[in-house]
């Protein structure tokens, strides 16, 4: 009887093998695991740059056959500058898109491109940023845990402030002005007789409303895009610096991705930086009138008192060199001057 039972369950299992099998072999193969990537940011939904990022995700999409999926949160959604940098860096979301400053606390060699009139135009600060120079800074980037996906402009840096027009170098004596967290950037302005002050991009608006500083500085576009005009009087043009916007991803998770889905996420980078850079100097025109229309009270710094700050401001190179060494700072300078 025992054998019996056991020859009438295996006949039993054997047959309900038979039938899973042809079942599976019947049903449709699952379509490939859909990628999602979460991307973030702290530039409003109409800055440029937050524009491109739009063209980044459809580009992804199309290229990847819409296996990868690209999620934007642009204009602060998920934190400000900082908390984007940490979450990239952590993995915790795909890649940020941020001003290059953000990045100089982990990766200090940025700075290098950092210096206070350091570049003679925006044609000249892409070719150093796309030669040799930038290709360290992926070294230094990759080395922090980064992808580094390439750099977007983020322009010439304007100052605003509450109290009074900017007409000469007298004029920033004592004024409280916001500044990244960068620390040449910092120097440059203490140099100047400013008060500087570092400051999360999610914190101005309501540290200028209250008077807990008295300005910031900006290119138009970003001061236009924030509405700073709603709490900020006077505009003055001095083109202080000229700044980046680094597009970063998290390297662990990059390097996770499918060759070919790599493949698409770099293609569609390019395209979109490629976008923004050359629509970038228009809008920051354009962002100008649009200041200029809504009230603020506007001056350009003549040639004679911006040699005033250059001169003021030429120690600032030393200082770098101490914490960053010769070679770098002198590669950056000559690649500056070939640019030119």
């Known amino acids: ?154 322009g010439s840096r304007q100052v605003t402030n509450s109290k009074r027009p900017i007409t000469s170098l007298e004029d920033f004596k004592g004024l409280k002005i916001r500044l990244q967290p960068n620390e040449t950037h910092l120097a440059t302005f203490r140099a100047l007789g400013a008060n500087a002050v570092a400051m999360d991009v999610k914190e101005i608006y309501s540290a200028m409303q209250q008077g807990v500083i008295d300005g910031q500085e900006n290119p138009f576009i970003n001061i236009q895009t924030s509405r700073y005009f709603e709490v900020q009087k006077f505009l003055t043009k001095t083109d202080h610096f000229f700044d980046f916007i680094a597009v970063v991803a998290n390297k662990r998770q990059m390097d996770a991705l499918t060759p070919e889905h790599r493949a698409a996420v770099q293609a569609a980078m390019k395209s979109a930086i490629a976008q923004q850079r050359s629509v970038a100097a228009k809008a920051d025109a354009e962002a100008l009138e649009d200041l200029k229309k809504r009230g603020m009270t506007y001056n350009e710094l003549p040639p004679a008192v911006i040699n005033e700050l250059r001169k003021a401001t030429s120690g600032i190179v030393d200082e770098l060199r101490k914490r960053l060494g010769n070679d770098l700072i002198d590669k950056v300078l000559a690649e500056v001057q070939k640019a030119s």
């Open 1 to 154: 009887m025992v054998a019996n039972s056991a020859f009438h369950r295996r006949r039993f299992l054997g047959g309900v093998g038979l039938v899973l099998a042809a079942g599976l072999m019947a049903a449709p193969l699952p379509a490939q695991a859909q990628t999602t990537l979460r991307i973030v940011g702290n530039f409003a939904k109409e800055h440029p740059s937050s524009v491109a990022m739009q063209l980044f995700q459809s580009e992804v999409h199309r290229l990847s056959g819409n296996q990868v999926k690209v999620e934007i949160f642009d204009n602060m959604q998920l934190g400000g500058a900082k908390e984007n940098v940490d979450g990239t860096r952590a993995g915790t979301v795909f890649a940020t898109w941020v001003g290059m400053a953000f990045l100089s606390r982990t990766v200090p060699e940025l700075e290098a491109v950092s210096l206070p009139f350091l570049f003679p135009s925006r044609e000249a600060a892409f070719k150093v940023i796309d030669g040799p120079v930038g290709e360290l800074l992926d070294k230094k980037l990759a080395e922090k845990g980064f992808a580094p996906l390439g750099f977007m402009e983020l």
